[in-house]
């Protein structure tokens, strides 16, 4: 028999496909993980047990969570529901604002952020902007375009054809504007023409050929003329979908009527967009034109403009954007997610969209040597578990994208592109996740648990969800403050010993013996497996083996529940290898667990151990040495 022994030091490709069995000779395989749940992927190759969540609010139904940061050092948590805005700072409420959007319309809202303003923008809602006041006061008001001398400084287009014409009944006053086809609807009511570069204001729909209207500026005729326009933004023609900021200027991503326009304003006046003469600070004004359909569903700013469509990635160019130096170019063809607005994230300088197909993670990054951006998928081995995205968000702290899955399930993908890093794992809480964000260094997730929605807040110090700690200065048996746990099954850690299980009451749990601290919450179960045996090599294809004895480096873990071939069993890290529950409070190890295995195995398709932990204590797995015997 031959004595095989293997080393794995690294989990930096992440939990990969089953697809991957019969491929050992890809790096991915010595790297990755059959399965990886509820982990976090050190970006020095380690697992830990991810975060637990701590309760912060309940909140008053699904939404979305936005990120507010209003300097360096102070930030607000948004909570956008049914027709209102609810701010936190804190991890406490301090504003709720009435909002116009309702629940079904909150997927499709985009933002930016410059200073203390937050841009909205929804294609079937006039824009807002939501302001932090100097005292701590919010606003939310609509947008409002450069006027001068009651001159509105605002994108126009002609909707109509190219031949249909306008006939104005006068040159001033309040005149009745009458076009030869049929164009005009009750909506256009306050919406504003140009006719002849003049600008007038719609007072009255009379029907669909006549409207009445006030002159703003004199017209210069009352011929019939091809030369007019409407406000290109209006409850008719709908509103912008995406909206960003780039070289001092307000970019508008499409709109519902035109959704594959881009306007510029004018370059330091944010909110002008006339487009004057064409002089290098005026404003900018393209459709994006191609064999396809390319309607926009982002607008990035990072070395360019960064414009992401149905269909395609674009490059806007210009250094700096002028009139006469702009030119887009298209990159790639993945195309972005159309049925919702999932914002575009910069992770070490890449760009990362989810992809049209709702299973792809694309990485968006210029090249020097072409000149261009290329487009590379990052779940391409772990294609199982990126499910119809509909959230994202990036922690900087931590090295972690986070995703949510329409199915209530997350993932978490660690990157490091410096060191080649970008792995994959899945994660799942007693509920269902709606929204996450990351605020300055916290990560904030929205839950819907039995019929509520809950705002949490990912901690390192928690190891249960939805979880309370709590301390008193004299040990107590009742703890309460758990209302939103009402009737649930809850774990309980006292003074750090894991408990039997309660059940919430009168939104209190009682112990047995008094305590004098708890965390208590709903427990959720870590699982790392590995891949099996690679068969490329002295283990060979098809040959029986068996684990002779592994060891378990660990770090700062306190419980190691383990099956070798014979169920999982929980291992006593105090002596290394006794069986026994742990039942009272156990120190932090860190060190090798060696553990002795029995038993062959025929399926080369099965990993030789597994750990599944549901003990809400501190786990990190550095690496696994295994001795193998291999039946010649």
Same mark, same amino acid.
Do not use: C
């Given at each position: 028999? *031959? ?6 030091? %690294? ?56 990120? #507010?940061?209003? $300097? ?16 936190? %700072? ?104 140009? !006719? ?13 050929? !006549? ?10 005729? *009352? ?48 909110? $002008? #967009? ?25 607008? #990035? ?65 210029? *090249? ?46 660690? !990157? ?41 807040? #990912? ?7 939805? &979880? ?40 209190? !749990? ?48 306190? &419980? ?44 080369? %398709? ?27």
């Amino acid at each position: 028999m *031959t004595r095989i022994t293997e080393m794995k030091t %690294t989990f930096t490709a992440g939990e990969v496909s089953r697809e991957l069995l019969g491929r050992g000779d890809l790096r991915a395989y010595d790297n990755g993980a059959l399965t990886l749940r509820n982990v976090f992927i050190n970006p020095t190759g380690g697992v830990r047990r991810r975060f637990g969540l701590g309760y912060i609010d309940t909140a008053p139904g699904a939404g979305k969570l936005i990120a #507010f940061e209003f $300097n360096t050092e102070q930030t607000a948590l948004l909570l956008l529901t049914d027709l209102q805005i609810d701010v936190y %700072t804190g991890g406490l409420k301090v504003a709720t604002i009435p909002a116009p959007w309702e629940e079904a319309q909150i997927p499709q809202i985009a933002w930016t952020q410059s200073a203390d303003t937050l841009l909205l923008v929804h294609p079937d809602v006039p824009p807002k902007k939501l302001t932090r006041g100097s005292g701590g006061t919010w606003t939310l008001s609509d947008w409002s375009f450069f006027t001068d001398n009651n001159v509105v400084h605002q994108p126009y287009y002609k909707f109509a054809d190219s031949e249909v014409t306008l006939t104005p009944s006068a040159t001033t006053g309040s005149i009745s504007l009458t076009a030869s086809a049929s164009i005009f609807e009750a909506g256009h009511e306050n919406t504003r023409l140009r !006719v002849g570069g003049k600008e007038v204001l719609i007072t009255d729909f009379d029907s669909p050929t !006549v409207v009445t209207a006030d002159v703003i500026e004199d017209l210069t005729g *009352t011929d019939a003329t091809i030369d007019w326009q409407e406000q290109a933004f209006s409850p008719v023609r709908g509103y912008p979908v995406t909206v960003a900021f780039h070289q001092d200027r307000l970019v508008i991503g499409g709109s519902r009527d035109l959704p594959n326009r881009l306007w510029f304003s004018k370059s330091g006046d944010l909110f $002008n #967009f006339d487009l004057g003469t064409g002089l290098e600070d005026e404003a900018i004004e393209f459709a994006i034109l191609s064999d396809q359909v390319n309607a926009i569903r982002g607008v #990035f700013s990072s070395r360019h403009l960064q414009v992401f469509t149905s269909g395609a990635e674009w490059m806007v160019t210009g250094d700096p954007l002028t009139p006469s130096a702009v030119q887009i170019r298209r990159q790639t063809r993945t195309g972005s997610v159309i049925d919702r607005y999932i914002p575009p994230l910069n992770v070490d300088g890449a760009t990362l969209y989810v992809a049209r197909n709702k299973s792809e993670i694309h990485e968006f990054i210029y *090249t020097d040597l072409e000149q261009a951006y290329t487009s590379t998928d990052l779940a391409l081995l772990s294609r199982h578990i990126i499910i119809d995205p509909v959230d994202q968000d990036y922690d900087q702290r931590n090295r972690l994208l986070f995703v949510v899955r329409a199915d209530g399930k997350f993932a978490t993908l660690t !990157v490091f592109r410096a060191e080649s890093v970008s792995a994959w794992t899945q994660h799942e809480t007693d509920g269902n996740v709606k929204s996450v964000s990351v605020v300055g260094d916290e990560v904030y997730m929205l839950i819907e648990r039995a019929g509520d929605y809950l705002i949490e807040l #990912f901690d390192p110090n928690l190891h249960l969800d939805s &979880a309370l700690a709590g301390e008193a200065g004299s040990p107590t048996t009742v703890w309460s403050g758990l209302d939103h746990l009402e009737g649930r099954t809850v774990s309980v850690k006292a003074d750090g010993a894991v408990l039997a299980d309660h059940t919430v009451t009168g939104g209190a !749990v009682t112990l047995a013996e008094p305590a004098s601290a708890v965390e208590i919450g709903l427990p959720f179960t870590h699982i790392v497996e590995p891949l099996p045996p690679n068969e490329i090599g002295a283990v060979g294809a098809g040959r029986k083996l068996r684990l002779v004895r592994g060891i378990f480096r660990v770090n700062n873990t306190a &419980a190691l529940r383990l099956d070798t071939g014979q169920g999982l069993k929980d291992i006593t890290l105090r002596q290394f290898g006794e069986d026994e529950i742990l039942d009272e409070p156990a120190p932090l190890v860190s060190g090798d667990i060696k553990i002795r295995a029995l038993g062959w195995q025929k399926d080369g %398709t099965k990993p030789l151990w597994r750990i599944e932990q549901s003990a809400p204590l501190p786990f990190e797995l550095l690496s696994v040495t295994t001795e193998l015997k291999v039946n010649d």
